[in-house]
T-cell receptor, first 111, second 115 residues
Framework: QQQVKQSPQSLIVQKGGISIINCAYENTAFDYFPWYQQFPGKGPALLIAIRPDVSEKKEGRFTISFNKSAKQFSLHIMDSQPGDSATYFCAASGNTDKLIFGTGTRLQVFP | EPEVTQTPSHQVTQMGQEVILRCVPISNHLYFYWYRQILGQKVEFLVSFYNNEISEKSEIFDDQFSVERPDGSNFTLKIRSTKLEDSAMYFC?????????????FGPGTRLTVL
């Protein structure tokens, strides 16, 4: 019940395309859903986060869509750029500070 | 921009040896964390720390692990007797607030290799 399932494991997108990464959870106590971006050799960095009181949050080219009833949330990267090539992790937490991470998606954006 | 720093960047040790991984959290942060990432796998929570006490720990954080804030700036993770399976990237993180309100800022990590 503490798991966060993430898909796909890897994603190849052409420059300018839309990258979509999906996550699902079971624990209804989760109330904070961040997405982290990780470049090789670096620590995860917060990209964007959402709480269940809204269904969508947009920051620049990055959008989180949240479906509370389905217990799913997704990251959309519009106009994907080669510089977006990284590993993306969804995560969740609720009532505690512990972040439960998904398994990660390796995104490659080709020019 | 303030950042979390970690030393060393890479630590190689023999099985059974003790290691101490060091972190300097962001200066005004009050909540501190350790996570680990085995190569190619997801990031896993180890422990959270606030007000000089462990707030929460995972099943991974057994008696071989301990954390300490020895002074006002450092936050350390000690592994008493390392095992081969402790080989991983260890990330320190800190936040200004808790309970998912405060963003957790991650350091660059320490790669621990146990031979």
């Amino acid at each position: 019940q503490q798991q966060v399932k993430q898909s796909p494991q890897s994603l190849i997108v052409q420059k300018g395309g839309i990258s979509i990464i999906n996550c699902a959870y079971e624990n209804t106590a989760f109330d904070y859903f961040p997405w982290y971006q990780q470049f090789p050799g670096k620590g995860p960095a917060l990209l964007i986060a959402i709480r269940p009181d809204v269904s969508e949050k947009k920051e620049g080219r990055f959008t989180i869509s949240f479906n509370k009833s389905a217990k799913q949330f997704s990251l959309h990267i519009m106009d994907s750029q080669p510089g977006d090539s990284a590993t993306y992790f969804c995560a969740a937490s609720g009532n505690t500070d512990k972040l439960i991470f998904g398994t990660g998606t390796r995104l490659q954006v080709f020019p | 921009e303030p950042e979390v720093t970690q030393t060393p960047s890479h630590q190689v040790t023999q099985m059974g040896q003790e290691v101490i991984l060091r972190c300097v959290p962001i200066s005004n942060h009050l909540y501190f964390y350790w996570y680990r990432q085995i190569l190619g796998q997801k990031v896993e929570f180890l422990v959270s720390f606030y007000n000089n006490e462990i707030s929460e720990k995972s099943e991974i954080f057994d008696d071989q692990f301990s954390v300490e804030r020895p002074d006002g700036s450092n936050f350390t993770l000690k592994i008493r007797s390392t095992k081969l399976e402790d080989s991983a990237m260890y990330f320190c993180a800190s936040s200004e607030e808790s309970g998912g309100v405060g963003e957790q800022f991650f350091g660059p990590g320490t790669r621990l290799t146990v031979l």
